[in-house]
């Protein structure tokens, strides 16, 4: 372990904690909007990057990445006030120390969420190489980190037509397209954009990470 598994640890201590105090039903219907968010995020990060660099010269590294947060945090936030619309219409009544404890698992299961996806967004910045190492080599890091991938593969019966999460990403930073699958820009008969060094880097620890894109 090093000082990256006690930062996580105390992170998830934090979510556990808001959890407690939340309740079981915010827990779980944070914990749906996070898990939606992932396989949306992942599921859609190539088109909205795409709809942007037609429109923008930008790098497709800095698009994907925000492309990734804001389709994360509003998916996140429209079932989080769907879920709060149909408590107060719904009347429910607090479930008491049931209510806590449920707060408390579903708050661990929100923070571990969370956490991934950050770490998952730090592989687009050039961080330093001692972070990225730190970041590599602790207990927990890869863990959580690895999870969001699982979350979406093991979501496919939603996204049945969809390619692989590294596949996903690659495609957003114009890296390569999957066999057989025509990328979003030859489907619009365009020229992708150059491939920046960085993609490059990115989709290389993508596939250090995760593997080559096999589901």
């Not at 898990?35 to 795409?50: A, C």
Request: aromatic share 12%; charged share 15%; proline share 6%.
């Amino acid at each position: 372990m090093n000082w990256i598994d006690y930062v996580l640890i105390a992170l998830l201590l934090v979510a556990i904690f808001i959890g407690s105090k939340r309740g079981l039903f915010s827990g779980i219907m944070g914990t749906i909007g996070l898990f939606l968010g992932v396989i949306v995020s992942i599921n859609y990060v190539d088109k909205v990057t795409l709809r942007v660099l037609s429109n923008m010269k930008v790098s497709p590294v800095v698009v994907s990445l925000f492309s990734l947060i804001f389709l994360f945090a509003l998916v996140y936030l429209v079932v989080k006030l769907l879920a709060f619309l149909f408590y107060k219409a719904a009347s429910l009544n607090p479930l008491g120390k049931i209510d806590k404890f449920g707060g408390i698992i579903f708050g661990f299961f929100q923070g571990w969420i969370v956490l991934g996806f950050v770490l998952i967004l730090l592989i687009f910045p050039p961080l330093p190489l001692s972070l990225t190492n730190k970041i590599d080599t602790s207990t927990l890091g890869p863990i959580i980190r690895g999870s969001i991938p699982l979350i979406y593969q093991e979501s496919v019966f939603l996204h049945p037509q969809s390619t692989s999460f590294v596949d996903k990403l690659k495609v957003a930073l114009k890296q390569e397209s999957p066999e057989g699958v025509k990328s979003p820009w030859e489907s619009l008969g365009r020229t992708p954009p150059k491939k920046t060094n960085r993609a490059e880097i990115i989709a290389q620890d993508l596939d250090e990470y995760f593997g080559k894109g096999n589901r």
